[in-house]
């Protein structure tokens, strides 16, 4: 069973969590700007929180939490088309493989 959080595994959630908030910053749907400039807000600050958690609060719970909040946002936002992306292997976007890697 694999129920621990361990620094590797929430390091991998910052990296991966990491080059999707970058890819997504740079691919805002055009005519729906203000949509995508509001869900990548909200990824951003959980992926900040995390940090808040992870480095402040030594709390590594709420990081992994707050880092899959953020990642759900990115999520959502690349199958709505606020964020036109393609990379499978950071988004659950339509594709050969629609499972974000870990």
């Avoid at 991998?12 to 908030?21: C, R």
């Amino acid at each position: 069973m694999n129920n621990i959080i361990t620094l590797e595994k929430l390091q991998n959630y910052f990296s991966v969590t990491g080059k999707a908030l970058a890819l997504a910053k740079e691919a805002f749907d055009p005519q729906r700007r203000e949509q995508a400039a509001d869900f990548f807000q909200m990824a951003q600050s959980y992926f900040d929180d995390a940090r808040h958690f992870f480095e402040e609060k030594k709390d590594a719970v709420l990081a992994f939490a707050a880092l899959n909040y953020a990642h759900g946002w990115l999520d959502a936002g690349a199958r709505s088309g606020l964020f036109r992306v393609d990379d499978t292997t950071l988004f659950t976007v339509e594709g050969t493989n629609t499972t974000v890697q870990y």
